[in-house]
């Protein structure tokens, strides 16, 4: 199943503070993106966030589409929540109000996977 991440620009110097930001992240209120007309395209699996200094990169696990995570995510409370509170400690402005400015700064935030190894399901059956 693949990985995803996604940096945001941050002032150095307030990982504690962004850190509390995310301890207290409202969860997507459901893993199952749907597509316009409601046709399940994908699961978000999990997710994990990493900072240090001016660097704060957030993974993604998902499965199906990933062109509708940043569709499915737009529509969540808890990252508008999350977005407003990391607006004090962001280095450069960006606008995620709208679903499609939201849309956009995933898309233009997100890293180049170059490598990516996962072990087979079947591996583990086999134990």
């Keep these: 199943m693949p990985y995803a991440a996604i940096t945001y620009d ?4 307030f990982e504690d503070e962004i850190a509390g930001i995310f301890a207290n992240f409202k969860r997507a209120d459901s893993p199952i993106m749907r597509d316009e007309s409601g046709t399940e395209v994908g699961r978000l699996l999990g997710t994990a966030v990493f900072i240090r200094d001016a ?12 062109a509708q995570i940043g569709r499915h995510m737009a529509r969540q409370e808890g990252v508008h929540l999350v977005e407003e509170q990391l607006k ?8 995620t109000e709208t679903p499609e400015g939201f849309r956009q700064h995933f898309a233009k935030s997100l890293m180049r ?15």
């Design 113 to 127: 996977c170059i490598s990516q190894i996962s072990v087979p399901p079947a591996a583990f059956a086999a134990g």
């Design 88 to 95: 004090p400690y962001l280095a450069s402005e960006r606008n």
């Design 10 to 13: 941050i002032k150095p110097g």
């Design 55 to 66: 660097q704060l990169v957030r993974f993604i696990h998902y499965e199906g589409d990933f």
